[in-house]
């Protein structure tokens, strides 16, 4: 098991790993890395603020506050389970 990524596997893993669509190593790898790594922390962050963003666009605007505590509670949930 692969604990340890890289920049670029997070890069790589991103998307699936925000889709849920994922391996429970991978997810936890790349949450691994994002405890230490600040610019893929904010990588993920962002791709995942762009999802929301696109996902909810039609109906609501989120101000990036917002958001940030959005990924922050979904971050924090997917550590702790
Ligand atoms: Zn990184």
Same mark, same amino acid.
């Given at each position: &098991?692969?604990? &340890?990524?890289?920049?670029?596997? @997070?890069?790589? +893993? ?15 790898? =790349?949450?691994?890395?994002? *405890? &230490?790594?600040? /610019?893929?922390? *904010?990588? @993920? ?6 999802? =929301?963003?696109?996902?909810? &666009? ?5 101000? /990036? +506050? ?16």
């Amino acid at each position: &098991m692969k604990f &340890m990524f890289s920049c670029k596997d @997070i890069h790589d +893993q991103a998307s699936q790993f925000i889709d849920g669509d994922c391996s429970m190593s991978t997810k936890a790898g =790349v949450l691994m890395h994002t *405890l &230490m790594c600040s /610019n893929c922390r *904010l990588f @993920i962050k962002q791709l995942r603020q762009t999802i =929301v963003v696109i996902k909810k &666009m039609p109906v609501q605007e989120y101000s /990036n +506050q917002e958001l940030d505590d959005i990924a922050d509670k979904i971050l924090s949930k997917d550590q702790h389970s």
